[in-house]
């Protein structure tokens, strides 16, 4: 039986005010990013391949934990680093990117915002990308790596989408609200599973979720 890790790893608090950043391509301060990269090369998480999505909250944490590439405050794009658009965050149209506090409480967007938090698989944003889209996109990209994963691998991605991987290893309703509300995926947060191939079967094994770095 052949084994190895998965580690999700959610990027830094974004800079910018409270948002639905989906597919806004909004930065992380560089210290952040820093303070992340360190305390992934202290604690020795195990990997030899490491997956990002494109967007820069990402990318540039990902290119940080590069082994190739020093802590540097401007990261460096470098080959090891693969970037993976599948493992983007949901796509959330109209409001993508929209501070909460620019839309009127009583307006029609902001109800359309509540209606999304107490139902996303049903409530569909403004031409955003529904949430089964999203899942189906997600599911896509991780089943078609977890076929070619050869050892360690780490995943630098989104908590959106770590909340669809979680939710298919686990075999849980992905459309219950209570999976978005009442799990907590923190910002430079660690997901770790473990994927052992056996007779052409694939078994996973939750590690843990949403643990807070030291």
């Known amino acids: 039986m052949k084994t190895f890790t ?16 989906g597919s806004t391509d909004v930065d992380v301060c560089a210290d952040i990013n820093q303070a992340i990269a360190h305390h992934i090369k202290q604690q020795a998480i195990p ?11 990402c990318w540039s944490l990902a290119s940080l934990i590069n082994p190739a590439q020093p802590l540097i405050s401007e990261p460096v794009i470098s080959e ?23 839309i009127a409480t009583n307006s029609d967007e902001w109800r359309q915002l509540e209606r999304f938090w107490q139902d996303p698989a049903n409530a569909h944003l403004p031409e955003a990308e529904t949430l089964e889209d999203f899942r189906q996109r997600v599911i896509a990209c991780w089943s078609q790596q977890i076929a070619t994963f050869q050892g360690n691998v780490l995943i630098v991605t989104h908590g959106g989408v770590i909340r669809a991987i979680l939710a298919e ?14 799990l907590s995926i923190s910002n430079g947060s660690l997901t770790q599973i473990q994927v052992a191939r056996h007779d052409n079967q694939i078994y996973f094994t939750v590690r843990q979720i949403g643990s807070m770095l030291n």
């Open 80 to 102: 090891p680093v693969i970037s993976e658009p599948g493992f983007q965050e949901m796509h959330f149209g109209q409001l993508d990117g929209k501070p909460f506090d620019h």
């Open 169 to 182: 290893v686990l075999g849980l309703d992905w459309r219950n609200p209570a999976w978005y509300s009442g």
């Open 6 to 21: 998965v580690t999700l790893l959610r990027h830094g608090k974004v800079n910018g005010p409270a948002a639905l950043y």
């Open 47 to 57: 990997f030899e391949t490491i997956i990002s999505s494109p967007l820069r909250r």
